[in-house]
């Protein structure tokens, strides 16, 4: 299966020319891009690990390309992701996040059922992959 | 037109018997609004040889505190204060007979946070008044600290997109059709094959309550099936909006509770519940987490005619301070009508902090929304995945586009369908962010997506010669060059 999270997930993998095209357009409205990988894909785990800091102040999308190479080769097994935030009243939060990098094989969500009264299932999604402890999924390190 | 106060003042004021509504003091061509008055701007058609001040005077009167003979009760009140002011009266451009006429009402008439105690006044009796041939509501003013009594979009936009991870993009929706006659069962295949196929939500059409063919609890059972499976199948956040409409609030409270407890992210309701029930639902959507989708079924009852009604810019900025967190809000391109200056009106009501006056898009006032929620708004109605670039273009990004037949017409099924459609429109962004004149090469964009997506090659193949032109019957009275005063 491959994960649908983020605005690009349809469409073919994003070369770094794209990747540097949709940062530079982060960039030139005034947002902070931050890169954060994960080995737990699942819909609702929000908070995936930051590569430093978002990276304020930043004029050129060069060095957000450099440093998404750097978490490449420390975590080019996980999940890689950009996210943008808007700093702008009325917004304060993420205007754009892609996934930029992802694990050569996707296992995908079991969904477990738990049935209750009345009919009604209780419903848990589990990553197989997340089955394994951290940094040990996806046959990484 | 702005032609002298005619108020009669002092005890000739109350004498007994009938007097005309603009020398009662509901035509006050000197009064300045004050920050706190709400102002009403009505399209006035008098009938024939019926004066426009006398029966601009009339509408605030019959709205605020006038009958149709003096009362001597009057004076145990501040009734200056208290009565409506008609301040001014203007032609409308190009429609003999017609008149704009501005109306400030004191905020101590109203009670705060109460849509239902504003609309008894502003579109209560008056509009029955027999001197008039029609009468249409076309704007409000709300004051910041009217406003500030309202709880506003239960979630809005922002929180909206942090509880569902998505973000850069225009939310994907889909009606389930057909809308009466399928069973729970073969109701939630359609939720899961278009969920799994790429959309972000599927919904309940206005019309989907509880009916012979399918009661209500089996529908939310078998749809959060649905979107269970096609989260796990996906890895992405996924909803759809249960209709909890019924006869009665403790039916509707019923139905959220069930749809909360099954793990629903959205619910959603009629407009034609009223007011009421509709600031309830909001109160309950924000103690619950849950989203609140509004279905503006009915409004064109109203809203669609433009010389008596409400207009609906009018109705999006009462929904806004009622609390829902979408409202169907026109396509431009699709079937239902929407003109493309005016809908951009109601999209900005939606969507911005302030509104400044546009006379050219219909927004009469500068309206502050003081940090109140954003609505999202919906466009749903005959749009398709060939339409793409130009509904990124009229409809910006924070919109829920609800592609229904253009997701389960698809010849290769409910899946291909949503698929093209998502395609589309990351292909549209992604060339937006780009730099690239989207609109122009829009048709371009999409076949070159298409080349690695044969849903969307069968989808532009299908639908490419679809279009809806007619004639609007609600455009702006002023073209972008007026600058009237005000």
Not at chain 2, 44 to 61: F, K, L, M, N, R
């Amino acid at each position: 299966m491959r994960v649908t999270q983020g605005c690009f997930s349809f469409l073919p993998d994003l070369t770094d020319e794209q990747i540097a095209a949709q940062v530079q357009y982060c960039l030139g409205n005034g947002w902070a891009v931050n890169i954060e990988f994960t080995d737990d894909p699942h819909p609702r785990n929000t908070y995936w690990e930051m590569w430093g800091l978002p990276m304020f102040d930043l004029r050129d999308a060069a060095g957000v390309l450099m440093e998404l190479n750097e978490c490449r080769k420390v975590y080019g097994d996980r999940y890689i992701r950009m996210s943008a935030f808007d700093s702008s009243h009325g917004w304060e939060s993420v205007r754009l996040s892609f996934i930029v990098n992802r694990p050569k094989d996707e296992p995908g969500f079991r969904l477990e059922r738990h049935e209750a009264g009345g009919r009604n299932i209780r419903y848990t999604t589990k990553s197989y992959a997340a089955d394994r402890p951290e940094g040990g999924r996806y046959g990484g390190k | 037109m702005n032609v002298q106060s005619m108020t009669v003042r002092g005890k000739d004021r109350y004498k007994s018997g009938v007097m005309e509504y603009k020398k009662m003091g509901y035509w006050e061509p000197d009064y300045a609004p004050k920050d706190t008055d709400i102002i009403a701007l009505f399209r006035v058609t008098p009938q024939d040889g019926v004066d426009p001040i006398e029966a601009s005077a009339a509408v605030a009167g019959e709205s605020s505190t006038a009958t149709w003979t003096v009362v001597w009760t009057d004076r145990l009140t501040a009734a200056e204060k208290y009565r409506a002011k008609c301040f001014r009266v203007d032609p409308v451009p190009n429609s003999p007979g017609q008149y704009f006429a501005y109306i400030a009402y004191d905020l101590d008439l109203f009670e705060p946070g109460s849509i239902a105690n504003l609309t008894a006044s502003i579109i209560g009796n008056v509009f029955g008044f027999k001197p008039l041939k029609a009468l249409r509501l076309e704007d409000m003013r709300l004051p910041i600290a009217y406003v500030k009594t309202f709880q506003g979009p239960a979630t809005g936009i922002v929180v909206e997109r942090e509880r569902l991870d998505k973000f850069g993009r225009p939310l994907l929706g889909a009606t389930v059709k057909p809308k009466l006659g399928l069973s729970g069962r073969n109701y939630g295949r359609v939720v899961y094959e278009a969920l799994k196929g790429g959309l972000d939500f599927c919904k309940d059409d206005e019309n989907i309550n509880s009916q012979p063919f399918m009661h209500w609890r089996d529908r939310f059972l078998y749809c959060m099936e649905a979107v269970n499976r096609a989260q796990a199948a996906t890895g992405e956040v996924k909803g759809t909006y249960l209709n909890v409409t019924a006869a009665t609030m403790e039916d509707m409270y019923e139905r959220a509770d069930f749809a909360r407890e099954l793990g629903s992210v959205i619910i959603m309701i009629d407009l034609v519940i009223g007011y009421t029930a509709i600031q309830s639902m909001a109160k309950w959507a924000r103690r619950n987490d849950m989203i609140l989708h509004l279905h503006r079924a009915g409004h064109s009852t109203y809203t669609r005619q433009r010389l008596h009604g409400v207009s609906f810019r009018v109705i999006a900025k009462w929904m806004r301070l009622a609390g829902v967190d979408h409202i169907h809000a026109g396509t431009v391109v699709g079937k239902l009508e929407g003109d493309p200056a005016t809908t951009r009106g109601y999209y900005d009501i939606c969507r911005q902090d302030f509104n400044p006056m546009k006379l050219e898009h219909g927004v009469f006032f500068d309206q502050p929304w003081a940090s109140l929620n954003q609505m999202m708004p919906v466009a749903s109605g005959g749009i398709h995945a060939g339409q793409m670039h130009q509904l990124l273009d009229h409809l910006g990004e924070d919109v829920v586009l609800q592609f229904g037949g253009g997701t389960i017409g698809h010849p290769k099924g409910i899946q291909a369908g949503a698929t093209a459609n998502r395609v589309a429109l990351e292909a549209m962004i992604l060339a937006r962010n780009e730099g690239r004149d989207y609109v122009h090469e829009g048709p371009e964009i999409l076949a070159k997506a298409a080349q690695t997506c044969t849903p969307l090659r069968d989808a532009l193949e299908v639908w490419k010669d679809i279009t809806f032109n007619y004639e609007s019957t609600d455009s702006p009275d002023f073209v972008p060059t007026a600058t009237p005063a005000m």
